[in-house]
């Protein structure tokens, strides 16, 4: 039978990748095609297919029953697939230009064929490897605008909305989430790595009560708030770059929450090349500051053009929002930087310092700037105290 027509999963090789894109005519019929599986994600397989006449290609993101960075122990719902491909559909139809197509979705295999990307490299490595990437950060201050007015209840009617809160329910991945960004990091929990060096600062950090009282305000929001349809994933690892496109996949953590944990992802690992790549920390300030001007400008212009609500057509009331949106993710991105150090997965801007010291002093600094943020989110009134805040770190 048809793979295309099975009732039931199973995880895809090479071979049987290869056999779904001819099946959906996606290459010319007799052309040899490679695949190489190529995912270096925390929990799927991607199969990258090419036809190797012409050089077009394909991708094949298949979710697997378990999270594929801490192993078969840990399983994980399929339905995750349909969420991704669901969420792509929808900011896709938003935000063209920043998300990859979708050519076809199978619901029992967990698996969406989608536009390949391989003339892009992930935006973290890029940076390791000295990318700075001249317009990423206008393209995701746009993406941000739009994709967080559109699924807003100010782009949306109200039955769509609360349409799309059903559809995004996404219990499992919102967990991870809850676990490994609000609560694991903060107290002695078995999903926590981090080295030797920085047990005495971590320890300090879980005896800290202010800093736990204000991460649990910020979960509570997490939890609560269904303001916009998050990508709830967006670090640097779910954006592909080259110095003129940006596109971002993998949404697959997507669900209704807080506008600024997208906002505040981003921020956060924007920081982490602000603190560690001494060379360039102006370029990246300028990266933080132009996501952040941009978002303000096209989401001011979306609000005052495109919104469906007639009584919220107040500029006292827009700037309310963009406040709370701001101090939403300066808390957020806190969270983010805190996790990334200590929690179970980690970032390679701070694991690939080689040096013991440098990458010790590194992970003290990101854990620090982190309780700041949290901490001290309401006092940061505006751009230019957050970055006055980061340069006490510099
Ligand atoms: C078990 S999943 C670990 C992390 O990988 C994903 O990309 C999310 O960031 C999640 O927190
Ligand atoms: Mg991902």
């Known amino acids: 039978m048809s793979l295309l027509k099975q009732t039931t999963y199973q995880p895809l090789t090479e071979t049987t990748a290869t056999e779904i894109a001819l099946a959906l005519n996606l290459f010319s019929d007799n052309t040899k095609l490679s695949c190489k599986e190529i995912g270096d994600g925390n929990l799927n397989l991607v199969f990258h297919i090419v036809d190797e006449k012409n050089g077009k290609g394909v991708i094949i993101k298949q979710a697997l ?117 609000f609560t694991d990091p903060f107290f002695d929990a078995e999903t926590n790595d981090f080295e030797a060096g920085l047990r005495s600062t971590v320890e300090a950090l879980w005896k800290d009560e202010e800093l736990k009282f204000h991460v649990n305000v910020l979960k509570k929001s997490f939890l609560t708030e269904a303001e916009v349809l998050l990508h709830g994933d967006l670090h640097t690892g779910s954006v592909f770059a080259n110095d003129s496109e940006t596109k971002v996949i993998d949404p697959e953590f997507a669900f209704y929450g807080p506008a600024g944990f997208d906002i505040g992802q981003i921020f956060a690992n924007l920081l982490f090349q602000v603190l560690v790549n001494e060379q360039k920390q102006a370029l990246f300030i300028n990266h933080l500051e132009t996501v952040w001007n941009v978002f303000e400008e096209q ?9 469906k609500e007639h009584l919220a057509l107040s ?78 770190f510099l």
């Open 65 to 181: 029953p378990y999270a594929k960075v801490v192993g078969e122990s840990w399983p994980l719902t399929l339905k995750r697939a349909k969420i991704e491909a669901d969420a792509l559909k929808i900011f896709g139809s938003i935000a063209p230009n920043y998300v990859p197509e979708v050519y076809y979705t199978n619901d029992v295999l967990a698996v969406t064929v989608m536009e390949d990307l391989s003339h892009l490299l992930i935006a973290r490595k890029g940076f390791i490897k000295g990318e700075t990437y001249p317009l990423l950060s206008q393209h995701l201050g746009e993406y941000l605008a739009r994709t967080l007015f559109f699924t807003s209840d100010y782009g949306l009617s109200p039955s769509v909305k609360k349409e799309q809160v059903q559809q995004f329910i996404n219990p499992e991945l919102c967990k991870i989430t809850e676990d490994l960004i």
């Open 299 to 307: 989401f001011t212009r979306l609000w005052n053009t495109e919104n």
């Open 315 to 392: 500029s006292v009331f827009l700037h309310y929002n963009l406040a709370k949106f701001f101090e939403d993710a300066l808390g957020f991105a806190g969270c983010e930087l805190i996790r990334r150090t200590i929690g179970l997965a980690h970032v390679a801007d701070l694991d690939s310092i080689n040096e013991e010291q440098t990458r010790l002093a590194a992970k003290r600094k990101t854990l620090e700037l982190g309780g700041i943020l949290i901490k001290q989110r309401k006092e940061i009134k505006n751009f230019g105290a957050f970055i006055g805040t980061v340069k006490g």
